[in-house]
């Protein structure tokens, strides 16, 4: 059974900075480039960032790139999102997923970006 538990979400002002985990589970982890999504209020889910399977390459959304970096630990089976310079547009709930057509999210993680 796939899982995905993410954490470290919370609420932040614009300017500070967040980390965000993500254990997975029920496949085998180095198999998979792994990817986060978001989904802000009222929106649908939208691509974040993408790690591949040893870590080497990564891509990101414009909204984000150069801010958020995207990495992996592959014997902890654990991606994680570091993200800085958050702004209120960055609200909302995180999620991983592996990459590719896959429909099993786990719950995410909730991001708040306010003053």
């Known amino acids: 059974q796939v899982q995905f538990v993410e954490s470290g979400g919370g609420l932040v002002q614009p300017g500070e900075s967040l980390t965000l985990s993500c254990v997975a589970s029920?496949?085998?982890?180095?198999?998979?480039?792994m990817t986060w999504y978001r989904q802000g209020p009222g929106m649908e889910r939208e691509f974040v960032a993408e790690v591949s399977l040893g870590g080497g390459v990564t891509n990101y959304a414009e909204s984000v790139r150069g801010r958020f970096t995207i990495s992996r630990d592959n014997p902890k089976n654990t991606v994680y999102l570091q993200m800085s310079n958050l702004k209120s547009e960055d609200t909302g709930v995180y999620y991983c997923?592996?990459?590719?057509?896959?429909?099993?999210w786990g719950l995410g993680t909730q991001v708040t970006v306010a003053s």
């Open positions: 997923q592996r990459a590719g057509p896959f429909e099993d």
């Open positions: 029920g496949f085998v982890f180095s198999s998979y480039a």
